[in-house]
């Protein structure tokens, strides 16, 4: 039975991450919690990391003519500086911590997201300091759990990007991310023969789900769907903060 709850919760959480590379909004969040809830955080992220490698591609297919080129300068740095921490840290954070790590993250973007009013005020132009700054916290947190849009979209969202635009400087971004992660999680044995193979069975949902994601943006109303998302993952979140005290 519990074999039975892996692969619902495992293909659950690639369709996830194929939906978010297909631009609906916050949903990739998921995925990391979804497969954690059946799993080790750490063995959850090492499962998934193909995935998103593979959904990447795909995702860049649909949004490589939009992008804003000045915030991909300051992301590459930044995305890059987070990982390498991320990496030089992994051995003093254990997984009851990861998984605390991940409930506070997913939670404190949810409630972020439920309270915010949206940007106000003029667009602003991306600038070094606070893109470094949080763009190398969703470097680490991207690295730990696949979680770096919360940090990332406190420094993007300001900067009213258009919406195609926006969406497709994530895509860029976070592809760049994933695949220098592929390095370290390799050497830490998260790329081994069986989650390399459970990846392989997860990438058809997911590839399939980036399609369909691309047209739920265009049909479903975004407010609603965002509303359901953003209240999954605030319980999801909420479930996790209490397994991880619950682990310490």
Known sequence: MEEVWFWIAAVFAAICVGLGKGGVPVITAISVPVLSLVTSPVTAAGILLPVYVASDMFGLYAYWRNFNRNVLKIMLVALTLGTLIGWMTVDYVSDAVVTLIIGLIGGSYAASLLLRRGPEGP??????????????????????????????????????MPKLMFAGTVTVAFTYANAIKLVPYYFLGQLSPGNLQVAATLVLPAVLAVFAGVRLVQVLPEKLFFQLVVWALLLLSIRLIWSGLTGL
Do not use: D, K, M, N
Not at 146 to 155: D, K, L, R, T, Y
């Open 123 to 160: 667009a602003r132009l991306p600038r070094w300091g606070p893109g470094l700054f949080w763009g190398t916290i969703s470097g680490f947190t991207s690295f730990v759990s696949h979680s770096g849009a919360a940090p990332f979209q406190i420094f993007a969202l300001p900067l009213r």
